[in-house]
Structure formats: structure tokens, C-alpha cells
């Protein structure tokens, strides 16, 4: 089945954490994921608090950085929520965002080994099986839980870099794209990964589709970073961005000035039927999960706009 999920903003005042996740269920999303960004709020805490208030909605957490884990006791985590709430988490692992990882003290010299040997840890573990052998980073050699659940969670990688996913295609259950996740990016995965495919794209939905797409424009400042560049292929801008990105001021500059016809490529923002067409062209591509970000002062109303999308 497609399903529409929504991302639950790292920065979200902490009185509205729990009423949007109930309306997020309410509205008829599928998923809700929740971040864990360092400096804001712990992915496993949250996901604990709004399966708690919620009865139907999948929860997603994306994503959880590996090096700052114990491959072991995040098993053990997962798992008691996979039991209290059996067939309602995905999680995500990456290896982390390297500033913030260096910041820690926990950014491995390959993270790929990392992120294989750590996905393949947690999935043994989770399924009640012996941990596997010491690897360089883990070692959970022989650990067992004696607590599993009887549904075992998707574990799904949060990777971007072609490498990346095709390791997401071997060790773990699907893959996390974080935005933006145009369709031929999406495609490009679904030929690597047979598992869930999850999407993040900032979102924005407004009878003026021009007017909704102005207000994710800050949310793409940064995606003329070369670094990004996979998320690009196979656009038909895809040679011009980097160098229109070069010419602008800044990036809040490049965010302002770009055309609006890449602005619809990058994000999912404009009238509701707009919207879901890019949300049945990811889907058609290959994504299974498709999840909104909502932007704007006010994210409340914001995931009211975005259910309108729904089916």
C-alpha cells in the first residue's frame, strides 16, 4: 500500500508535541515521524510519548545516528516499543550528520562499516537471534534479548550517497531519502532497494499553488550544496543549479530567486491537486512511504493544510 505520513518538526514547542501527533491520527495520515536532531529532542523519547497518545499511526524515528548508540541496548529499546505497540515502528539509523557527530566524539573513520555492521546487529538482535560476530565498531557478539517482539520493526538506513544505498539495499529493510526526494531519485533507489522506500520533501498546500511553493522556499536554501548532488540526477536544472546557487548572494538568496518551476521539483508545495500528483509520481517511482514537512510559524495548522492531500 502507498501511505502519506508527516514529519513532526524537531522545533515544535513542547506543549504542541503531543496534540499534533493525535491530530496527525485524527487527519487520516499513515505515519508520523518524529527527528532526532542534536540539540533538540531524543528520537526514542519521542516516539515512546506519541505512540502512547495515539492508537492507529505508525510511528517512524529518522533518524537514530549509530555512533551514538550501543548497537545492543538500542536493540533493546526498539524492542520494547515494537512489544507495547506491536506493528506500529519503523526505525530509522544513519551514521549521523558528520558536524554533529565529530561534535560528539562519535564520527567513525568509515561509516559505512558502521552503518553495516550496526544494521545488522540490531535486525539479529530484534528477531531474538545471537548477536553476530565483533566487527570494528560493534560488538554484541553472542548478546540475546530476552524480550522480543512478536512484529518485528522495519530498521530502515537514513542514507543519501549512491554507496550508501546500495548498502541499505543489503543490510537493512528499505531506506530513508531525506528531502529532496524528486521522483528520478526515487527511482534511482528503487532499482537498489527492493524494501520501503520513505521519502521527506518539505510541503506546502494552498488553493495558490504559487503562494504555498513561496513559503517551502526557505526550506531549500541549502540544496544547491554540491554535496547533495544525488538528489539531483536526473532533473532537467540539474546542471544549472549548482552554478545559479554560485551566482546568488547567499543562500537564503538562492532560495528566493529560483525559479518556481524548480521550487515544484524540490518540494511538495502548491494546490491540493498539484500536490497529489507529486505525491503519485513518488509513489509510482517507487517510494512507499511518502512524508510531508510541514513549514510555516504555525506547523498546527500547517498538517491541517497538508491533509488535504489525503486520499
Request: charged share 20%.
Amino acid at each position: 500500500m502507498n501511505r502519506i505520513g508527516v514529519m513532526l518538526p524537531r522545533d515544535l514547542p513542547v506543549d504542541q508535541v503531543l496534540p499534533y501527533a493525535v491530530r496527525a491520527e485524527r487527519l487520516g495520515f499513515d505515519e508520523l515521524w518524529v527527528v532526532e536532531d542534536l540539540g533538540f529532542r531524543g528520537g526514542v523519547a519521542q516516539t515512546a510519548a506519541v505512540l502512547a497518545v495515539t492508537e492507529r499511526i505508525t510511528v517512524g524515528i529518522g533518524i537514530l545516528p549509530a555512533g551514538a548508540r550501543n548497537a545492543a541496548f538500542a536493540a533493546m529499546e526498539l524492542a520494547t516499543l515494537a512489544q507495547l505497540f506491536p506493528g506500529r515502528l519503523i526505525a530509522g539509523i544513519g551514521h549521523g550528520v558528520t558536524g554533529w557527530m565529530r561534535q560528539v566524539g562519535a564520527w567513525p573513520a568509515s561509516p559505512l562499516t558502521l552503518l553495516s555492521e550496526y544494521a545488522t546487529a540490531v535486525r539479529a538482535l530484534l528477531r531474538g537471534e545471537p548477536g553476530p560476530a565483533d566487527g570494528r565498531y560493534v560488538r554484541v557478539s553472542g548478546v540475546v534479548l530476552d524480550e522480543v517482539p512478536k512484529v518485528v520493526p522495519p530498521v530502515v538506513l537514513g542514507v543519501r550517497r549512491p554507496k550508501s544505498i546500495a548498502l541499505a539495499g543489503r543490510v537493512a529493510d528499505g531506506v530513508l531519502l531525506a528531502e529532496p526526494a524528486a521522483p528520478p531519485y526515487v527511482a534511482t533507489t528503487a532499482a537498489q532497494v527492493s524494501g520501503e522506500i520513505i521519502t521527506y520533501d518539505v510541503a506546502a498546500v494552498a488553493d495558490d499553488g504559487r503562494a504555498a511553493r513561496d513559503v517551502v522556499r526557505p526550506g531549500l536554501a541549502w540544496v544547491g550544496d554540491p554535496d547533495w548532488a544525488p538528489h539531483f540526477v536526473g532533473l532537467p536544472f540539474a546542471a544549472d543549479l549548482a552554478g545559479f546557487r554560485a551566482a546568488c548572494a547567499g543562500p537564503a538568496a538562492f532560495a528566493a530567486t529560483m525559479p518556481d518551476e524548480w521550487v515544484a521539483e524540490l518540494a511538495l508545495a502548491g494546490t491540493p491537486d498539484e500536490v497529489r500528483a507529486r505525491i503519485a509520481a513518488r509513489h509510482a517511482a517507487g517510494a512507499t512511504s511518502v512524508i510531508l514537512a510541514p513549514v510555516g510559524p504555525d506547523r498546527l495548522a500547517a498538517l491541517t493544510g497538508l491533509a488535504r492531500v489525503l486520499p
